[in-house]
């Protein structure tokens, strides 16, 4: 069955960065985009950013600049770099896809941004 399972929260200072990973199995990995999504308590999950089966990228608007998305289809991993840091990144970051029209996701990790 379809498993994402995602790492590397951790707590940061502002400013810092992180990388995160979501590995994937359970299906063709790379003929499908992947997406990470978050959620900061109390508020509802919102879209981070994506990356297509050919690569191409898109981002929400408050992490444009700072955050990259990229996949190794050799490793069947997504991965989040996040750069710069705010307190307004903390949040559990969850890793996204929709195989055979079902949506499917990862249990998160968690990313914490204070001083």
């Known amino acids: 069955q379809v498993q994402l399972v995602e790492s590397g929260g951790n707590f940061v200072q502002p400013g810092g960065s992180l990388r995160l990973s979501c590995a994937a199995s359970g299906f063709m990995f790379s003929i499908y985009a992947m997406r990470w999504y978050r959620q900061a308590p109390g508020q509802p999950r919102e879209f981070v950013a994506e990356i297509s089966d050919y690569n191409k990228t898109n981002y929400a608007e408050p992490v444009k600049g700072r955050f990259t998305i990229s996949r190794d289809n050799v490793k069947n991993t997504v991965y989040l770099q996040m750069n710069n840091l705010k307190p307004g990144d903390t949040a559990n970051y969850y890793c996204?896809?929709?195989?055979?029209?079902?949506?499917?996701w990862g249990q998160g990790t968690l990313v914490t941004v204070s001083s």
């Open positions: 996204w896809s929709l195989v055979s029209a079902r949506e499917h």
